[in-house]
């Protein structure tokens, strides 16, 4: 499979708390996106990190990539239970400009 | 602006029936995507159309036709489905493919269940 792989596969955490989620995958890419997934819909997105940075910020979201070890996380601040939701990170193959979507971590935040 | 629409939300067919899932998008884009989702996985490419007039392979073909009948609608057909078509589906579009960081917008879904 091309998928990527997310870690962990579900967070229950209270709200408040920070929630960290990791993405690893296979091939070269020129970008790395995450989506957010409410239950029961479609996929929305959250943000974009292109292959040469290494950090970026956009409100209570910080996203990270290492390319050397083909890995990306993502962080959500001071959680609220309007964050329940599935996350999931996609990347561009540089090779063949497929979106490849990896598994997915179901994030649980308990008010 | 209603962005990406899909029809029907949900739809229940017999073995060896044969279907069209509908989608549009009014965001003038170039490139529009067919996606499956099953319990426990991320999205799988079925289909995708890099402008009007192409269409694509994606990672699961097998079993799925696609049309893009114009720039704003790009259907899926299932001529005789199968339980394993068991899934949601959800069409994607963005405004050129997205090898430079384009942004894919997601319709809601359709869920098909075969008997």
């Known amino acids: 499979s091309q998928q990527g792989e997310e870690d962990p596969q579900a967070l229950s955490i209270q709200e408040g708390e920070n929630a960290t989620m990791n993405c690893s995958y296979k091939?070269?890419?020129?970008?790395l996106q995450w989506y957010r997934q409410n239950s029961g819909r479609g996929l929305v997105h959250l943000i974009l990190?292109?292959?040469?940075?290494r950090e970026k910020h956009s409100g209570r979201l910080r996203v990270t990539l290492d390319t050397s070890k083909k890995s990306s996380s993502l962080l959500i601040t001071a959680s609220r239970a309007a964050d329940t939701a599935s996350y999931f990170c996609a990347t561009v193959d540089s090779g063949t400009y497929k979106y490849i979507f990896g598994t997915g971590t179901r994030l649980k935040v308990l008010a | 602006n209603a962005g990406v629409t899909q029809t029907p939300k949900f739809q229940v067919l017999k073995t060896g029936q044969s279907m069209t899932l509908q989608c549009a998008q009014d965001?003038?884009?170039?490139?529009m995507y067919w996606y499956r989702q099953d319990p426990g996985m991320g999205l799988r490419l079925i289909y995708y159309s890099a402008s009007e007039g192409t269409t694509d392979k994606g990672e699961v073909p097998n079993g799925y036709n696609v049309s893009r009948l114009n720039k704003r609608e790009f259907s899926l057909r299932l001529e005789s489905a199968a339980p394993s078509q068991t899934s949601v589906y959800f069409c994607a579009s963005s405004a050129t493919l997205l090898a430079l960081g384009e942004t894919q917008y997601f319709g809601p879904g359709t869920r098909l269940l075969v008997l």
């Open positions: 990190i292109r292959s040469n940075e």
């Open positions: 965001m003038n884009h170039n490139s």
């Open positions: 091939t070269s890419i020129n970008n």
